[in-house]
């Protein structure tokens, strides 16, 4: 790059870190900025709260109850990937959706989650069930009953209940002229599928309609071409994309088996409060600083040009979150910290090419040339299997999952964008503007190589006595009824009681001063508190009381702060057992796609086996950690998890792929285990440096976060120290004992 281009190439990153910035931070009328607008979850801001109960007389059984419960989550996750569905008492469930200030909105999208009918047109005795009375304003048809929703019951009229519907979705075909129109896809249970073959056969000899009925009013009254007999079925009409949505979002909702009636809707506060988003930013800032003076004083230049990337991609990362409306929460902060330190990591690997490669005696520009195109295969490796987990998460998760998986996917993108075009953008600039020398750019020379394959018994021993440990403590703690883990509300569910008070008291003030009386009352600690808007009450979620307790929970309001009970009620878990099986599948058929893309990557399953024993080591250790130290297990357990999950397959592929390479490098006389040694310990630096920078950001989440976020942080931080030892020193190891006896041959081409 010629100077004077290089000039104007510095002058336009400027200029562009100018512009983002002001659009992330304030935008350009002073306060309408992207991180302003960027929607939050009910951990960060709060939201709308809706409770349901069972139609009189409906009684309904526990399973159709928590049947219900999840086909609700399926249904507000159209509001937001973090409204959370749950069960109160036996015939109550409440519905809590972040980032919505208007309640009567909800209820109105939303609608009532009633019964859904499909309609024969006439009854029996031929006389019309429903009849066409017009258009409505809008242009669509409006038809009108003849009889009661329960006479064309008891008649025989229904030929399918929402019930007998196991999917519903929008779509688009193309009709004869080629022009695209948007359809309702329907699939059909196995009973639903003979049901509706033999109600379609009748219609279409009668010439007749049927209608789908909901909430009161005949929504669709579709004509029937055919006889449908494989349980899959399209209304089509002139409908717009969102009006095919609406109706297959209603024919979803309507599958539920309780019918339910709405008993009262709140707008409610953030659970963690203000002081967790300004601590949160105040850490990412000190972390960030910390980040950018390490990189220059271990890279220089490049350093240099890393932290100016990192600038430009923490700009766009808060741009892309407000365009694309991802809600913020705690999961999703810890899929930006994961692509953060992948960003990092991407950076380090190349840097520490190009110093492999000054340190051959090539020129600085040759040498960045060179490092590049070496890093690309660890770097594209690294973070498409992150990709794939992330993919996975997002199509087979629910609520918080969902949050991380898009936070993830984004960050990935965008970081592996930044690392491969805009830090080489700029070290090209620096390059051009006459900064060449070899010292501002750092030398590798030869470092001895460590026999890492030695210890690889003691160090496989001492993980298997650390795991041991883990489920040793979880048996004991169940054995004590104290729960094998320490599973906070979000898992086991418990008390809910909504406590007026004489004044409006802060959530910070909440935290300090009312929660302690709480937890001294009730034994517990896992307290959740959550301010209601427009009044001074406050709802309190605690472990499931007693009599006893729950009479002790109400004195002590009284005496110490002049409250009274509104209300209490038990609520079952925020995360039902539908959320735990998708969340264990999704990862399940995470490690399968990554493990068969290690191996067509590397020609060789035991490469991809050995990613995945150290991914379950790492998680075991970190399920041992929150078994021993006895740290709360709740919504941020999974986004926890599944982060150590992502960092530690990276970390892993980014020394198989020095194996990969220095294999090829071999001679005859060379033994495997040399080699592997050789390529754990040329890649050490990037393990340690990208761990380091990893960790700083998490640590000062850690040491200024509030009580929720350092729950989640510490263990985040053993995982990831935990990923680094696995990497380093074990999963080469594993790679090594899968190999058979080949461990102690010398190297054959294979």
């Not at 357990?637 to 982060?643: D, E, G, V, Y």
Request: proline share 1%; charged share 20%.
């Amino acid at each position: 790059m010629k100077k004077g281009t290089s000039i104007i190439s510095l002058i336009v990153l400027i200029a562009l870190l100018a512009v983002f910035g002001i659009s992330a931070i304030t935008g350009f009328d002073g306060n309408s900025g992207a991180a302003k607008d960027i929607k939050l979850g009910l951990d960060l801001k709060g939201g709308v709260s809706i409770t349901y109960q069972a139609a009189e007389g409906s009684n309904p059984s526990a399973t159709d109850m928590s049947d219900t419960v999840y086909k609700l989550q399926q249904r507000v996750q159209n509001y937001s990937t973090e409204a959370q569905v749950y069960q109160e008492g036996t015939d109550r469930i409440s519905i809590e959706i972040p980032g919505m200030s208007d309640d009567k909105q909800v209820l109105q999208e939303l609608g009532r989650p009633g019964s859904l009918y499909f309609i024969c047109q006439k009854d029996p005795n031929g006389a019309d069930n429903y009849t066409f009375v017009g258009y409505s304003e809008d242009g669509r048809p409006v038809y009108m009953l003849n009889h009661t929703i329960e006479e064309i019951v008891d008649n025989g009229s229904v030929v399918l209940y929402g019930t007998d519907v196991a999917s519903a979705m929008a779509g688009n075909i193309q009709d004869n002229m080629k022009n695209n129109k948007y359809i309702v896809s329907l699939t059909l249970t196995s009973e639903g599928t003979d049901k509706f073959a033999a109600a379609t056969e009748a219609a279409v000899a009668k010439g007749e309609t049927i209608a789908i009925y909901y909430d009161g009013e005949i929504v669709s009254a579709p004509n029937v071409n055919d006889k449908i007999s494989d349980g899959n079925a399209q209304i089509s009409g002139s409908f717009t994309y969102e009006e095919a949505e609406k109706l297959a979002s209603t024919i979803r909702i309507g599958g539920l088996k309780v019918e339910l009636e709405m008993l009262h809707s709140k707008v409610v506060g953030a659970q963690l409060g203000t002081d967790a988003i300004s601590t949160s930013i105040k850490a990412a800032i000190i972390g960030f600083i910390i980040i950018v003076v390490f990189m220059i004083l271990i890279y220089r230049v490049s350093g240099l040009a890393a932290s100016l990337a990192l600038g430009l991609y923490s700009e766009l990362i808060i741009l892309l979150l407000d365009a694309f409306e991802i809600t913020l929460t705690l999961p999703g902060i810890a899929g930006i910290i994961l692509s953060v330190g992948m960003a990092v990591d991407a950076n380090v690997i190349i840097f520490a090419r190009i110093r492999e490669e000054i340190g051959k005696g090539k020129t600085v520009t040759s040498s960045v040339d060179i490092g590049y195109r070496k890093a690309l295969s660890a770097i594209v490796d690294g973070n498409i299997t992150t990709l794939i987990a992330a993919a996975v998460l997002g199509a087979l998760g629910t609520g918080p999952i969902k949050g991380f998986a898009a936070t993830l996917a984004l960050g990935i993108i965008l970081s592996m964008f930044t690392a491969l075009f805009v830090t080489k953008w700029i070290m090209k600039a620096l390059l051009g503007i006459g900064l060449k020398s070899e010292k501002l750019y750092g030398v590798t020379k030869s470092v001895k190589k460590v026999d890492f394959l030695k210890k690889k018994v003691v160090c496989i021993a001492c993980s298997l006595i650390i795991i041991i440990a883990g489920f040793v403590f979880m048996g004991i703690h169940g054995a004590k009824d104290e729960g094998a883990l320490n599973y906070s509300l979000d898992f086991v569910g418990g008390t809910s009681t909504e406590v007026t008070f004489n004044e409006n008291y802060s959530i910070e003030e909440i935290d300090s001063k009312i929660v302690p009386v709480i937890e001294s009352v009730t034994g517990g600690s896992s307290v959740m508190s959550q301010k209601i808007e427009g009044n001074n009450n406050v709802i309190f979620k605690t472990n499931l009381l007693t009599e006893e307790q729950g009479v002790a929970f109400e004195k002590a309001m009284q005496d110490n702060f002049q409250a009274t009970i509104a209300g209490s009620e038990s609520i079952s878990s925020t995360i039902s057992g539908e959320m735990k099986t998708d969340a264990l599948i999704a990862v399940a058929v995470a490690s399968v796609l990554m493990l068969l893309y290690i191996w067509f990557r590397f020609k060789d399953v035991r490469f991809g086996c050995s990613s995945v024993l150290a991914l379950v080591h790492d998680v075991l250790v970190v399920l041992a950690f929150y078994a021993i130290a006895r740290v709360s297990v709740g919504s941020t357990f999974i986004a926890c998890m599944l982060t150590i999950v992502g960092y530690s397959i990276n970390a892993t592929i980014v020394i198989f792929d020095r194996i990969r390479e220095n294999k090829e490098l071999m001679g005859p006389k060379d033994a495997l285990e040399d080699t592997v040694n050789e390529s754990v310990t040329q890649t050490l630096s990037r393990s340690i440096f990208t761990s380091l920078t990893t960790f700083i950001m998490v640590a000062c989440l850690y040491i200024l976060g509030v009580t929720s976020i350092r729950e989640f942080a510490l263990p985040l931080m053993v995982g990831i120290l935990c990923g680094t030892y696995s990497s380093i020193f074990l999963a080469s190891s594993f790679y090594m004992i899968l190999r058979g006896k080949k461990n102690k041959k010398k190297y054959e081409k294979e």
